[in-house]
């Protein structure tokens, strides 16, 4: 009895939910490049990093670049000044005679420390002014650019192995950016207050700074090490770490918020969300004792040859190498160098480590700038007489067989074309390469008789009007969102030419500021539209370039059949200006088409009109059937 009970509440329970898959990638950028770098060979690149920082900052600000030189020069001066005059003022304030003719005989030097100390103290406020003006503009320019390569890559790109995780690094480095002019104005100012000091210092006696360096270098090792770990974490995790930040739009959006809700779903994005951000915080903690191990180490070396700098300090005063005023002027130098030499170690070891997410990002900057559509000077000019496809083929990265596999087709303007298949058929990767937005891999794409990879991609663009299947609803103006920055006019009618062609009017007259209403509800005063009109949005802004090619990929699929009629019945109206093409599973649709092309597999296995295929008993008649049959 309690076996039969103990199997029936096993059946009952539901089984936990699985965690979330280990991502593993084996491909060219799957190595973590510091894996092969000596330590050696990571301090050498200092200098290159500084030389890229000060080329980055020159590009942004050159004055304050030039003021950050100048006081960084001064700041230098005045600790030298600072650490003579502190030996002049010794000598009388340790020498013989009353105290007020001592302190006479110093008060000229002090006045001198306390001059360099006052234009050491400005100089630093003065250089932090100077870097906050680099630092805001630096890093937009770096987070630009990196939107700006990301917006104008290959298409192809986003297809590629750890092309996305890449560019998940590339972030890290903008995020970076925001300090690494600090970090850099901090190493070079310690740097120079260690120059001067140790200078003083060496003048006093010269075995003092060797002593110094040797105190100092364990805990720069230890840093750079320390920053090398902390690195190789970093790469462990990025694949979680872009996975994770995909999955926290999704589950907090208030786009998909009722989905999350009506479907249960919360309790595993959460747990989901845990266990993910758990396994990066195991790689992490994985890593302290290692990195406990060089600090102790590090703090172990150091201390020991700090105790043999003060023991010979006190062995040279003894003995009697150095008079007691120098000696006191050389304790001075030896807490000014230690706290510069600390500093060059700390900001060196910051520089070092943002240097290793600058790379990523600089890098993917790179690679992404290369990928950059340069296909040839030709450019297109309307109208857009024809487009012929040649035995084209095109195969997705990591794919084992062709989305698109020999297809040849022509199109004619002032004839619309009617794309149907089932999915995955190979229908919307037909689209792309019609728009030269992918170029085939073998075949070719031609407009007016000229091949696309021959052809300025943005002068095809120019003539392209495309809704998507997947569209993006922008947080933007209805004005904006329909022109998307590119007016044709200073005043709205071509906009609301737009607006009334897809049935819209009433509903962004009854908007609260009409054009000017801003289409995001997640933002303060703005306000969401339904799937129908979002659609419709996505046709107008199409519609309002006037494109040579108009391409509509399920144009209709949130739309009521009164607004679904409309959107067919203005594309009818406008075909004979224009190549169109519509690609939909609604076969009702394509009636209005004069040529309808079937695919499967990535091939054209059908093809004629609308009457012509009804009849042919084919695909097509067979997925017409089915639509009706419900």
């Not at 700006?148 to 690094?169: N, P």
């Not at 999915?423 to 075949?443: A, E, Q």
């Not at 419709?536 to 494109?547: D, G, K, M, Q, T």
């Not at 084919?618 to 419900?630: H, I």
Request: hydrophobic share 45%.
């Amino acid at each position: 009895m309690t076996s039969a009970a103990s199997r029936e509440e096993r059946d009952i329970t539901p089984p936990p939910p699985p965690p979330p898959a280990e991502i593993t990638y084996s491909g060219q950028y799957s190595v973590n490049p510091l894996a092969e770098v000596s330590f050696r060979r990571m301090c050498g690149q200092l200098p290159a990093v500084l030389n890229r920082i000060a080329r980055l900052a020159w590009r942004t600000d050159r004055r304050a670049v030039q003021l950050l030189l100048v006081c960084q020069a001064v700041a230098g001066i005045s600790a030298a000044v600072l650490l003579t005059a502190t030996a002049r003022a010794m000598k009388p304030v340790l020498g013989d005679g009353s105290a007020d003719d001592r302190l006479q005989g110093a008060v000229p030097a002090l006045l001198v420390v306390t001059l360099a100390a006052a234009l050491g103290r400005g100089t630093a406020a003065v250089a932090a002014y100077a870097e906050r003006r680099i630092t805001p503009r630096l890093t937009t320019e770096t987070d630009s650019s990196l939107v700006e390569v990301v917006c104008r890559v290959e298409a192809s790109a986003y297809a590629e192995e750890g092309f996305s995780d890449r560019h998940e690094a590339a972030e890290m480095g903008v995020m970076r950016s925001h300090v690494m002019v600090a970090d850099a104005q901090r190493f070079l100012s310690a740097l120079i207050r260690m120059v001067t000091a140790g200078g003083v210092l060496s003048v006093l006696n010269p075995l003092m700074l060797p002593l110094l360096l040797l105190a100092v270098l364990p805990a720069g090792v230890g840093a750079v090490l320390t920053a090398r770990v902390d690195y190789e974490i970093h790469y462990a995790n990025v694949a979680d770490r872009n996975v994770r930040g995909m999955m926290r739009w999704w589950a907090t959006t208030s786009k998909y918020g009722d989905e999350v809700r009506a479907n249960s779903m919360a309790d595993y994005l959460v747990f989901w969300y845990r266990a993910l951000s758990d396994r990066c915080d195991r790689r992490t903690l994985a890593a302290a004792p290692r990195t406990l191990r060089i600090a102790l180490l590090s703090a172990l070396a150091g201390g020991v040859f700090l105790v043999a700098t003060w023991s010979a300090l006190a062995w040279l005063v003894v003995s009697g190498r150095i008079e007691l005023a120098v000696a006191a002027t050389a304790v001075i130098a030896v807490q000014t160098v230690l706290a510069a030499l600390s500093q060059v170690v700390v900001n060196g070891a910051a520089v070092f480590h943002t240097s290793l997410y600058l790379s990523d990002m600089q890098s993917f900057l790179d690679d992404a700038a290369a990928r950059t559509p340069r296909r040839g000077p030709r450019k297109h000019s309307a109208p857009t007489e024809e487009i012929r496809l040649e035995e084209v083929v095109y195969q997705y990265p990591g794919k084992d067989k062709p989305a698109v596999d020999g297809v040849s087709l022509t199109l004619k303007r002032g004839r619309i074309l009617a794309i149907v298949g089932a999915n995955g058929s190979g229908k919307s990767t037909l689209t792309r390469l019609l728009t030269g937005i992918y170029l085939p891999d073998k075949g070719r794409v031609t407009w007016n008789g000229t091949d696309l990879a021959e052809v300025d991609p943005a002068t095809v663009w120019a003539n392209t009007g495309l809704v998507p299947q997947i569209f993006a609803q922008w947080p933007l103006r209805v004005r904006e969102n329909i022109t998307l920055g590119q007016p044709r006019t200073h005043d709205d009618v071509p906009v609301w030419a737009a607006v009334d062609a897809v049935g819209l009017r009433e509903a962004v007259e009854d908007l609260p500021a009409g054009l000017d209403t801003l289409l995001s509800r997640d933002v303060f005063g703005g306000t969401e539209l339904s799937g129908g009109q979002w659609q419709r949005i996505a046709c107008s802004r199409a519609l309002y370039r006037r494109p040579g090619l108009l391409i509509l990929d399920e144009p209709t699929s949130q739309m009521d059949p009164r607004g679904e009629h409309q959107i067919f019945e203005q594309i009818k109206a406008i075909a004979a200006d224009r190549i169109t093409i519509v690609v939909t599973h609604r076969l009702e649709n394509t009636r209005i088409a004069d040529h309808i092309v079937v695919m499967e597999h990535g091939r054209i296995t059908e093809q004629g009109r609308y009457d012509d295929l009804v009849h042919g008993g084919g695909t097509f008649a067979e997925l017409l059937e089915l639509s009706q049959d419900r």
